[in-house]
Every structure is written in structure tokens, then in C-alpha cells.
DNA sequence: GTTAGCATGTAAGGAGTTACATGATTTT
DNA sequence: AAAATCATGTAACTCCTTACATGCTAAC
């Protein structure tokens, strides 16, 4: 009920972490987040957010349309909603009296308290799971919003996961080499070259952190970009992590 | 009906093509096959069997335990069929008269004509999904299976997907600059590098292939072992393809 | 004579996709 | 007013995984 480990939930609770935004914006936005080629498609996204809200993680608001404009579309990424909130107003044109009534209006997705939650608790206290590649793609994309020691944590779980792989993939390579054709081989090659830059990038990041997080003072308060983390003083210090 | 486009199918009919194997066995061979590090789950793999079985892809032999030994299990890998073939020759224990009657005996699966030509035609007649990450691993796994021709095509519509992919991510990359957190970015900057590599590498092995199509321009280009990276980023010269 | 590991299978379901269907708004 | 694009949604399907269940063979 309240599963769906997948990347898209965690990702859509991120980006409205930030403002709140309609499914379109939505999709671009995760879409963009990674650096994955393909798009969200809507047959994911619009059953995840239905599932949500029925979850009590974010809202759906109509916005009105005739008092919609500074108050509804938000910030956001400023550009489409923007845009279009103001070229309505600019008109003084709202369509009908409806719009909210028939269905079908544009909606707007925001986050709740209990989303926020959701989120943190999404973020830190992922299980082994963080470590696959999807999903330490977008924990990584919203790495800003928690704090050091859970970074600290996902690269370190990234890294050793990906460890594991380099050595069973070592071992079949060696096996291999005198057996199966060059191309076979070369796929190999390549394969372990890829999974060994990804390891050294980790490593760069985990010193990167590293050296941030030690000199000399306790961090009693992390605010990377000006938000204020809550996080009680004490817990989550042995981060037995376990399955979700 | 005879659809299963994935990845399984044509790894099974690849692997299959060399020589007769059971499931078991199978299963650790498509695991490494690529440089997946996951292994290939049993849910996945009987279940394809059978279809492809039903298909006629493929025979299931269950070697009588009586007459097995040189006939069935064949050189494989040469490794536990063999072994244990020949303890069970050398003490010979034929476990009873029936292994092959109450099911559950062990099964040696058998490629037939039909399932060679399946093999051919999925590896030279194969669309676009054969420029998606897994689709092209496998592909690219049995190129020494098939001809100059396809290999080309299946080269050049990979390096032309990533491109397109680049496109679209260098994009919104620069998008973002300024809008997103550093480890956003970091995680886009990355995810670019990335593709761009693997364009370069595409890249290598189409010449390579090209060198090797057309003797009469020599390249000299043949490195001792492959061991020769890099590729000014922006080149692409010269080499007007299109395809399709 | 029981544990360990080889070997074959099935049921349920997760996480997404494609293809379709529809409505609202903007542009030409 | 037609076309394009923005926007929301559903149904059916794909491909694979997890968790289970079973039996055979080797080894202690």
C-alpha cells in the first residue's frame, strides 16, 4: 500500500519539495533530474501522484481560475506556468465558470506535511536498495536536501555495492579470456572500465564530503542552502539500516 | 505469441548456438554474459524456456542416466557437467531406472534449425530497441556471430541514439546551471561524461569494424591491444552514414 | 542419514511502457 | 476555425524479480 519503493515517488516528492507544480511540469522536470536520456511516461507518472494523494502525501488543487494568478502555479521553474498565468490575466479572459466543476482542469500538485515526511524519511533511512542505480540516481539529485551523514552513507553503501560487482565481474573476465571471442571480450573490458571510473568517482565524492563534514567543528545545524533541517540532535547515529 | 523482444530470448539462443547446456548453467553464462553484475533470476529463465521450447526454438533432452555420458551433457563450459558425469560413469551408480519418467530429471536444453534461424534473424533484422543499453549488450555480445553488415548498422544506430540522448541532455544540462544544487548538477555533469564516453568508444569500434571492411584504405590505427582511448570530443568528421 | 548445494519450476506482483482517449489553451 | 501544444488520464501489456516449493546428488 504504501510501497512502491520506485525511483518516480521519490523523485516527484523531491521536485515538489521544492514549489508545487501540475504533472507536466512534472514529468520534464523528473525526466531532466538524472541524466537519463528517456522521458517519464505519463501511464507512470499520473498513477504514482493518484497514489500519493490518496497516500496523503500531496494535494491536488484546482486552481480557480478567476483568482488563480499569483497564487496558484507557483514559481516553479518560472517558465511555462508563469507564462501562461499572466497571458490569462493580461487577456482578462477565464474561459467559463467552470472548469474546476467538469473535470479535466489543470491541476496542481503540493506537497503536505506528512509528504515532507515521507520524503526525509525516504531520504534517510533507505535500505540497500539506495545503492542500485536508479535509485541512487535521484537520492544523489537530492542529496542537498539531507544531511552529511546520510550522503555519507549512500556513497559509502554505492560504493561498496558497486565493489562487489567489480570483483564478481573480475573473476568471470579472467575466466573468460582464453575462451570467447574478441567481441564478447570487449564488451567485457569495457563494462569493468565503466564500473571502475564509477568507483573512483565515489571516492572522489566521499573525500569531497569528507573533508567538508571533519575540520575541527561539530556541525550543530547543517543548512547547505539556507533551509533549516530538522533532525533530532541524537538519533539515527548507529543507522542500522535495514529493509524498508 | 512468438513476440519476448527481450533481452533473455536472444542471450539464451546466443548461448545455446554454441552448444547444448542445461538451465543451471545457462543462467550463470547470461549472468556474465554482459557485465551486468546482477545474475539472472530463475523466474525469468524457465518460464522463457519453456516458451521458447513451445515456440520451437529449442529441445529439452533429458539424457537417460543409462547411455549419458559422452552423448548429452556435451563440452559446455567443460566444467560441472562434465566432472559429474564422469564420477557418476566411474562408480557406476545409475541412480535408478527412471530420472527421466517422474519429471524433475536433469534437462539439457538443444538449439534447434528453427531456433538457429530465430537466432540469425533477431540478430540481423533487429529495430531500433537494439540500440537500448540492454538490448545492444546482448546484440553486441554475438557480434562475432553474424555479418560486417549488421554489426555496422547495429553500431551506427546505437552512437546515433546516445547522440540524440546527449542532445537532449547537454540541453537541459545548460538549462540548469544556475537553477540547481551542486550535486544535481554534479549528477548531470556526470551522466553526460558518461555518454560522452561511450560515444567515443562506438566511435572506435566503428572504425575499427570500417578498417577492417575496407582493406584497401589502411589505417594504421590497429593499437597492440585496444589499449588506445580518446578522441577529440567534436570530431565526427568524414564519416557521412545514415542508415535505415 | 543428514546437511549442502545442484537443478527445475510456479505464483504473485512490482515498476514501468505503449497506445489510446479526451479536454483546454494558444498560435496561426 | 484549424493546428499545435499543453494537460490529464486509463487499459493492457512487458519484462523481470522475489519468494516459495520440490527433488536429486554429493559429501561429511
Not at 100 to 106: I, L
Request: charged fraction near 35%.
Amino acid at each position: 500500500m504504501t510501497k512502491r519503493g520506485g525511483a518516480v515517488e521519490l523523485a516527484v516528492l523531491g521536485l515538489l519539495h521544492e514549489s508545487p507544480m501540475h504533472g507536466y511540469e512534472l514529468r520534464k522536470r523528473v525526466s531532466t533530474l538524472l541524466g537519463w536520456g528517456r522521458v517519464l511516461s505519463y501511464g507512470s507518472l499520473y498513477p504514482a501522484l493518484k497514489q500519493m494523494r490518496r497516500a496523503g502525501w500531496l494535494t491536488e488543487d484546482v486552481p480557480a481560475p478567476d483568482q488563480a494568478d499569483g497564487a496558484a502555479p507557483a514559481a516553479a521553474g518560472g517558465r511555462t506556468a508563469g507564462r501562461k498565468a499572466a497571458a490569462r490575466a493580461g487577456t482578462g479572459k477565464p474561459p467559463a465558470g467552470r472548469a474546476t466543476a467538469g473535470r479535466r482542469g489543470k491541476i496542481v500538485y503540493k506537497l503536505t506535511a506528512e509528504g515532507k515526511e515521507r520524503f526525509e524519511d525516504l531520504m534517510s533511512h533507505c535500505g540497500p536498495s539506495a545503492w542500485e542505480d536508479d535509485s541512487f540516481g535521484v537520492h544523489f539529485a537530492f542529496f542537498a536536501k539531507t544531511d552529511a551523514e546520510t550522503r555519507m552513507r549512500i556513497l559509502e553503501g554505492r560504493r561498496t555495492r558497486l565493489e562487489e560487482r567489480l570483483e564478481r565481474v573480475r573473476t568471470s573476465f579472467a575466466r573468460s579470456r582464453e575462451r570467447v571471442d574478441k567481441y564478447t571480450l570487449e564488451l567485457q573490458r569495457h563494462g569493468l572500465e565503466s564500473v571502475e571510473r564509477e568507483v573512483s568517482w565515489l571516492q572522489e565524492l566521499i573525500d569531497d564530503e569528507r573533508s567538508r563534514a571533519a575540520p575541527t567543528v561539530r556541525r550543530f545545524r547543517n543548512a547547505p542552502d539556507g533551509r533549516d533541517r530538522f533532525r533530532a540532535p541524537g538519533d539515527e547515529a548507529g543507522a542500522g539500516n535495514r529493509e524498508e
